[in-house]
T-cell receptor, first 113, second 112 residues
Framework: EAQVTQNPRYLITVTGKKLTVTCSQN?????MSWYRQDPGLGLRQIYY???????DKGDVPEGYKVSRKEKRNFPLILESPSPNQTSLYFC????????????FGDGTRLSIL | GQQLNQSPQSMFIQEGEDVSMNCTSS?????WLWYKQDPGEGPVLLIA?????ELTSNGRLTAQFGTTRKDSFLNISASIPSDVGIYFC????????????FGTGTRLTIIP
């Protein structure tokens, strides 16, 4: 089954404790992306990756890091999480980055205390 | 970062009514996408538009890529209970700028 898998689905942690949210896709997609969703703001793109070793900032990259060492994986790293990063996070992938529709994971709800 | 202006923010309708929503942008896009999100799930693609003026249907859903490339519209005909959810538009320019920008969403509620 074609899917985008995120882990964990839920996480409560404290300020400053480094965390990683993993994302994996099994569709051999080139383009992967991370979004955060906050009430009234819709989905805002954090980082995207056109292919392995190619990452670019989205609209809200501050406080986040990503890496793309393999085509299927695109982890999101919060080196020193803060309460304003409490949000619902989605990973997505598409065949290419040129207007192809993105397939979304089921989301990760992060709470930073 | 850029946000798309999506309206209305919310709609309360009766089953069987038609629905219209739209998105506008200050800059042009080469692709417009419409998604629906159900509670506790990720967005699911409804319709993809790739050409200015394009009109595309998916069952009771019809979407249009505005001729100025700065807007898009989604219509739902004869709404049914499973249409409840949040609808998002998204635009992408690509050609060197592959960011995907989402609208703020339209929450559709069907009144019994």
């Amino acid at each position: 089954e074609a899917q985008v898998t995120q882990n964990p689905r839920y996480l409560i942690t404290v300020t400053g404790k480094k965390l990683t949210v993993t994302c994996s896709q099994n569709m051999n997609h080139e383009y992967m992306s991370w979004y955060r969703q906050d009430p009234g703001l819709g989905l805002r793109q954090i980082y995207y990756s056109m292919n392995v070793e190619a990452t670019d900032k989205g609209d809200v990259p501050e406080g986040y890091k990503v890496s793309r060492k393999e085509k299927r994986n695109f982890p999101l790293i919060l080196e020193s999480p803060s309460p304003n990063q409490t949000s619902l996070y989605f990973c997505a992938s598409s065949r290419t980055g040129n207007g192809q529709p993105q397939h979304f994971g089921d989301g990760t709800r992060l709470s930073i205390l | 970062g850029q946000q798309l202006n999506q309206s209305p923010q919310s709609m309360f309708i009766q089953e069987g009514e038609d629905v219209s929503m739209n998105c506008t942008s200050s800059s042009i896009f080469n692709t417009w996408l419409w998604y629906k999100q159900d509670p506790g799930e990720g967005p699911v693609l409804l319709i993809a538009l790739y050409k200015a003026g394009e009109l595309t249907s998916n069952g009771r859903l019809t979407a249009q890529f505005g001729t100025t490339r700065k807007d898009s519209f989604l219509n739902i005909s004869a709404s049914i209970p499973s249409d409840v959810g949040i609808y998002f538009c998204a635009g992408q320019y690509y050609f060197g700028n592959e960011k995907l920008t989402f609208g703020t969403g339209t929450r559709l509620t069907i009144i019994p």
